[in-house]
């Protein structure tokens, strides 16, 4: 009786939805062509820069990146066992004979979490500031969270085609919106009496956002970059169906070719690397909580 009822439910006829689905594909694809090569000019720069990086990480001795990603654990956590831990993890990367590929992904993940900051840190604080403005956005980023990952891949490809920079902005797009929602939070949570605090000794409002608002809530914007770092870290080998290479497009060279092995092992240097990620943001966003505990006691 129910299935009879749904059955019934009005809908538009085949050919209207053909004639639809044809007006809209003949349009997005008029729009390729003509802005393609203009979009391609766009993101050069940012091709270049994910080369650059890439390169870097591949081309420089082994033991010299190893050195460097140490001490950048060092510096931000302050703990042996993570350093060791770190260098244990990249240890098994290299023996195993993934160490390209691996730098390949963390390529991928330096400027795609760069290229998230410098885009999502702004929004988050003009949402901070406009309640208007948060309820028009916020819907928006639920949709880049809810919608299924392959249906960024279509646009995009035929807008740049397959390759790297098309990978770099689907990871992005997939990736941003926690860093946007927890800057738009952590701002938001800064108590009304520091504030005034701050405006009762003469503060200005840029005063009160850089050197108040946005320390008071960088523990709360590092838990968002931890988050964009895993959502980045989970896209990759979706990211590899259209071109971008390393850890991701392993594993999927694995699943077509059901190479168990292969696929287990580049799946865990792909744990690895988010693990770290996971441990030092974690560790760094609680010293700085700690931090501002202590300055402001």
């Keep these: 009786m129910i299935l009879e009822q749904l059955s019934e439910f009005p809908a538009l006829s085949y050919e209207t939805l053909r004639n639809l ?25 940012l091709q270049k820069l994910l080369i650059f990086v890439e390169e870097l990480l591949i081309n420089s001795p082994w033991w010299i990146i190893m050195l460097l990603i140490l001490v ?14 770190t260098a244990l993890a990249f240890f098994f990367v290299g023996i195993f004979g993934m160490w390209v590929v ?23 604080i003009l949402l901070s500031q406009s309640n208007r403005l948060q309820q028009t956005v916020f819907p928006i980023l639920d949709i880049m969270q809810t919608l299924p990952s392959f249906v960024y891949l279509i646009p995009i490809v035929m807008l740049l085609g397959i390759g790297r920079v098309p990978g770099l ?6 990736a941003i919106p926690p860093v946007i929602r927890f800057t ?15 405006e009762a000794y003469g503060a200005s409002t840029m005063q009160k956002m850089f050197r108040v608002q946005l320390p008071l809530a960088l ?17 990759v080998v979706i990211a590899a169906m259209i071109g971008v290479q390393g850890l991701g497009q392993q594993v999927l060279r694995a699943i077509n070719n059901q190479y168990f092995t292969m696929g287990l092992l580049n799946g865990f240097a792909i744990v690895v690397i988010a693990i770290v990620f996971d441990r030092v943001s974690q560790s760094y966003g609680k010293r700085l909580q700690k931090h501002l505990e202590v300055t402001y006691e």
Excluded: H
């Design 21 to 45: 689905r044809k007006t809209l594909d003949i349009g997005f694809r008029q729009f390729t062509r003509e802005f393609g090569e203009i979009s391609e000019i766009f993101f050069e720069p």
């Design 72 to 85: 950048f654990v060092w510096f931000i956590s302050r703990s042996y066992k993570l350093v060791i831990s």
């Design 102 to 124: 691996t730098m390949q992904t963390m390529a991928m993940i330096v400027v795609a979490t760069l290229v998230i900051l410098i885009i999502g840190l702004p929004i988050g």
């Design 169 to 174: 902005i689907a990871v992005v797009i997939y």
């Design 184 to 198: 738009n939070l952590g701002i938001r949570l800064v108590s009304k009496d520091v504030l005034e605090a701050a």
């Design 219 to 235: 523990p709360t914007i590092m838990a968002g970059i931890n988050q964009s770092i895993m959502l980045a870290l989970s896209m």
